[in-house]
């Protein structure tokens, strides 16, 4: 196995931990920010889990905390902490690339709501986290630029599409990073990476500043090495913004209380539906596992049906490409982004400037979302496709009238080799378990639950009601707690 005893350096600790040692003045922003950086400079040639950093504005926002700390005006847990930033969301002064030559010079003019959000907090806005171009893939070898190593094993891929954001905080380059989800883009990197990775539910965190992939889908969401940590984060990044037409009005509770409040025993679901063909017998196995750990804690562990489960895939590649194929017309070389240097006229400026600024896999999804709206087809496919994920939702929402949550494998398999899946069907099923969530607009995590006998991380998934983020967590953390899968390190 190549995982190590739990490490005691202060990259690889918890916010929780962390918070604490900056509080009793035990250690500063600067030391940390400093052990983050040095970090990544001796692990990242290898791991390739950032587009870009600015080691100097870190630093000076990490001198900034420490004076803000010394003056008594400490803003909260994450004052002082570095939290690395999916390329695909903005942060102003710095690149906003989505790992595409389309954005390869494009530097945002603002923050997301997210990013002031953190800055709000107090964080240290570490380096631009490197992901499949424009959130497009399972395995961040989508990247025009290139591609991020699993951290647990160098030759395999760390998930995708937020694979730098689960492998950098693998790795130590981190302490926290946000990734954005789709359809699993949060939860499967986590998965194979051995991080804490959640989704929220559609409309609790502000998409505003976010490059938009498929907008009634994507969703931002946090990496963090525990539970304990993704309350932590979420509490700094959720809220309603006006900015964000789908963001919705909810009490935000205090997510880092309610892991102690709330102690069960909880009703949790087993959908039949995700524990058939296909699923690797290490993964069962580990997720098995997990499920007699709630019985021990007097959970009652119910069957349940999602009889529409077997559509997910197909639903989602006809729904998110259509989105896909509509957000992504406006790069068209006028405006912003690539421009072709040797267009004929303004009409060989479209075709040249887009033929040179995506890649295949962008390529190819515009293609079948313009298909799939196209005169003729939409009523047969996207009106029909809306139609069964309404279906998927009410699966959901009839199972939650018997259980609390739900808990499946978060992936059919552990971390594959890169180039090990070249047929682009191969690659859509990664994301078999994870669809679902995402087309009824629910929230789900995933937390490390085991290790394969090659060494390679496993993660379980926990699907919770909607706004109901709370006891999502504080189911997930009564497992985490009691178990040190994510306290151990790679190899590296």
């Keep these: 196995m190549s995982t190590a005893a739990m490490s005691t350096e202060l990259f690889n600790q918890t916010i929780a931990q962390l918070a604490d040692e900056l509080a009793s003045g035990k250690i500063t922003s600067v030391e940390l920010t400093q052990a983050v950086i040095a970090r990544t400079q001796a692990v990242d040639e ?10 100097a504005d870190a630093l000076a926002q990490a001198a900034a905390s420490d004076a803000r700390r010394t003056a008594g005006q400490a803003l909260g847990p994450l004052d002082g902490i570095p939290i690395g930033i999916k390329d695909v969301i903005a942060v102003t002064g710095q690149p906003l690339t989505a790992s595409s030559k389309m954005l390869a010079n494009f530097v945002s003019p603002y923050d997301a709501t997210v990013t002031q959000k953190l800055k709000k907090a107090g964080a240290v806005i570490w380096g631009r986290l490197n992901l499949d171009e424009f959130a497009m893939g399972s395995s961040t070898e989508n990247s025009a630029f290139h591609t991020t190593r699993n951290p647990y094993n160098l030759d ?3 998930g995708g599409s937020s694979g730098g954001s689960a492998a950098a905080l693998a790795a130590g380059e981190a302490i926290a990073t946000l990734g954005s989800d789709t359809g699993g883009s949060i939860r499967q990197p986590a998965a194979l990476c051995n991080v804490v990775g959640l989704k929220p539910t559609y409309g609790l965190v502000s998409r505003f500043g976010l490059i938009a992939f498929a907008s009634s889908l994507d969703q931002i969401g946090p990496f963090n090495r525990t539970v304990e940590d993704a309350a932590i984060t979420l509490q700094a990044i959720a809220g309603y ?4 037409s789908t963001s919705v009005k909810v009490e935000i509770p205090d997510y880092r209380a309610a892991l102690k409040e709330k102690k069960g025993p909880w009703r949790i ?14 993964v069962a196995a580990a997720v098995e596992k997990a499920i007699e750990f709630y019985k021990s804690l007097g959970c009652e562990i119910k069957p349940v049906s999602l009889p529409h489960t077997e559509y997910g895939v197909g639903v989602y590649y006809i729904i998110a490409t259509a989105e896909c194929s509509s957000n992504l017309s406006r790069y068209d070389g006028i405006r912003y982004g690539h421009r072709s240097a040797d267009a004929k006229d303004i009409v060989d400026l479209y075709y040249k400037s887009r033929a040179e600024g995506f890649g295949p896999e962008v390529k190819r999804r515009i293609i079948l979302g313009t298909y799939v709206l196209s005169s003729g087809y939409y009523d047969a496919y996207y009106l ?16 939650y009238n018997e259980v609390d949550a739900i808990i499946t494998p978060t992936t059919p398999t552990p971390a594959f080799k ?16 994870t669809i679902g969530v995402n087309l009824a607009g629910l929230p789900g995590i995933s937390v490390p639950c085991g290790f394969s006998s090659s060494g ?3 993660g379980m998934q926990l699907i919770g009601q909607p706004f109901k983020e709370a006891d999502l967590l ?11 899968w994510s306290r151990k390190t790679p190899n590296l």
């Design 456 to 458: 390679l991380p496993i």
């Design 384 to 399: 029909r496709a809306q139609k069964v994920r309404t279906l998927i939702r009410q699966d959901f929402l009839n199972a």
């Design 241 to 244: 913004d006006e900015n964000d």
């Design 474 to 484: 504080a189911i997930a953390h009564a497992y985490d707690s009691k178990h040190d």
């Design 418 to 433: 890169r180039g090990a899946k070249a047929d682009p069907l191969a690659m859509y099923l990664c994301d078999v378990y």
């Design 269 to 282: 679901g087993i959908p039949k539906e995700y524990f058939g063909e296909g699923l690797d017998p290490e």
């Design 156 to 158: 395999c891929v760390p």
């Design 46 to 55: 290898r791991v390739k889990a950032f587009n870009s950093f600015d080691a």
